[in-house]
């Protein structure tokens, strides 16, 4: 496991490599048939219904993924398929709250606390996508756990977005696309996407015994599932928290220009979440089986690889940030600014890669939620102070302080709390192989003197 812990984080990364022509497809195609401004008030309702169906998960998903992940490691199947369909029945009954709320308080929350009337009716179509999307994490959920991270990252990330560019693109061509047909095809989508999903858990599941004996209790998912998704608010507010503040205090305009720079930005982000969701399982069955060094090194080697992807990427958002943004359109250069302060914080977020997942991984529920709690109170307080000082370029940098502390209080309770010090392993694993190349050249050099030195001997 140690060992394959590099190629399998690779095959993610291609895997999750799809995610870049279609994930970033869609928002293209959003920014291009759209104005800045009705980008701008898609991105708000966007960012409601991405928040609400994590409320609507509950954490429940990455919960099912370190159950099941711990009990293949120590050889328990018997709990597999009644520990999946109890996650399906707690995510629905979660689902169809968050999006009867979403729906019931439309109206007043477009009128009165966004004051903008007109996002009332396209509110309500961002609740119809709540259900299929959650169902969907659910399976992703069961397949990461079941170590098909190809199929669960298909599901999580980049297949719903693949299929809402297939059947938007006739709206795109004839210029007819709106926002609220935008939301009614991304509502197909994650419906077509779950479908796919389950039929890949029940391929999968087919292929194993099924041991359970009648009336047996599923193991307790929701209190785990409620700590884990202290790390998912942690990581939903990050993505939407900017936007719905935005949409209260500044223009669509200026919605419009964050939104796009901050899903620029977040192409890194797929890189960690690809190595992490490769390295999520294998710490949850190392944990079982107490390999503390082998939770070192592959958290050394998540971080190490993603930092050697991330980087020019994020050198690249520094140096020409107007011209990846205006590539989108026009208009949208003015957000160069943005998009690199936001590439500063995404540098931090790649130092600590899957740190986080790594304490909820090995039962510190407790510190991990202190830990989320701590950057959701700072990123909050940080966008309620910058962004009426400084509007867009205010949010891009609360985001970059919540980052940056997230990950330097995470680093500091792994090796506190399990004695795992990632950083000081992979600078070590560097420092020797720079040595062995340096020792291999001057053994080379050598051998090449030796050999010129006796050719010229008579």
């Not at 999580?156 to 007819?176: D, E």
Request: hydrophobic share 55%; glycine share 8%.
């Amino acid at each position: 496991m140690k060992q394959s812990m590099a190629r399998g984080s690779l095959i993610s990364l291609s895997i999750r490599m799809l995610d870049l022509p279609f994930r970033y497809g869609f928002h293209l195609l959003i920014a291009a048939s759209l104005a800045v401004t009705d980008t701008g008030r898609f991105y708000i309702v966007f960012s409601f219904m991405t928040a609400l169906a994590g409320f609507g998960r509950l954490g429940v998903d990455q919960a099912l993924t370190r159950q099941l992940a711990m009990d293949i490691a120590c050889d328990r199947h018997e709990t597999t398929r009644v520990s999946i369909w109890h996650a399906l029945r707690l995510v629905l009954l979660a689902s169809s709250v968050a999006a009867l709320l979403l729906a019931v308080g439309a109206s007043y929350l477009a009128s009165e606390i966004l004051n903008k009337p007109d996002l009332a009716f396209p509110l309500i179509l961002g609740a119809l996508t709540l259900i299929p999307q959650n169902v969907g994490a659910v399976f992703a959920g069961a397949l990461a756990g079941l170590h098909r991270v190809g199929f669960s990252q298909a599901i999580y990330s980049w297949l719903w977005p693949a299929i809402f560019c297939l059947i938007t693109l006739p709206a795109v061509i004839t210029g007819t696309l709106t926002v609220n047909m935008t939301l009614i095809l991304i509502a197909v989508s994650f419906m077509l996407a779950a479908v796919t999903g389950g039929l890949l858990l029940w391929h999968v599941l087919s292929k194993q015994p099924s041991t359970a004996q009648p009336g047996q209790s599923p193991p307790a998912l929701l209190r785990p599932g409620l700590s884990l998704f202290t790390l998912e608010i942690n990581k939903l507010l990050l993505a939407t928290a900017p936007a719905i503040v935005l949409g209260i205090y500044a223009t669509a305009h200026d919605v419009g220009l964050f939104a796009l720079a901050w899903r620029i930005a977040l192409i890194v982000n797929l890189l960690i979440s690809a190595v992490t969701a490769m390295a999520v399982p294998r710490f949850a069955a190392l944990h079982a089986k107490g390999d503390r060094d082998g939770m070192e090194q592959n958290a050394a080697q998540a971080i190490g690889i993603v930092l050697c992807i991330a980087l020019p990427i994020t050198i690249c958002m520094l140096i020409f940030p107007q011209t990846l943004l205006s590539l989108f359109g026009e208009g949208y250069g003015d957000g160069a600014t943005i998009l690199r302060i936001l590439a500063i914080g995404q540098i931090a977020a790649v130092c600590f890669t899957a740190l986080p997942e790594l304490l909820g991984m090995t039962s510190h529920m407790g510190e991990l939620s202190r830990l989320n709690a701590v950057t959701v109170t700072v990123m909050l307080v940080g966008l309620a102070i910058l962004v009426p000082l400084d509007s867009a370029r205010g949010a891009a940098l609360a985001i970059a302080l919540a980052v940056l502390l997230n990950g330097a209080i995470a680093t500091w309770q792994v090796q506190r709390l399990l004695g795992v010090r990632p950083h000081q392993r992979l600078w070590h694993t560097i420092g020797c192989r720079l040595l062995r190349s340096k020792t291999d050249a001057m053994v080379s050099a050598q051998d090449a003197h030796r050999v010129n030195r006796d050719r010229d001997m008579p």
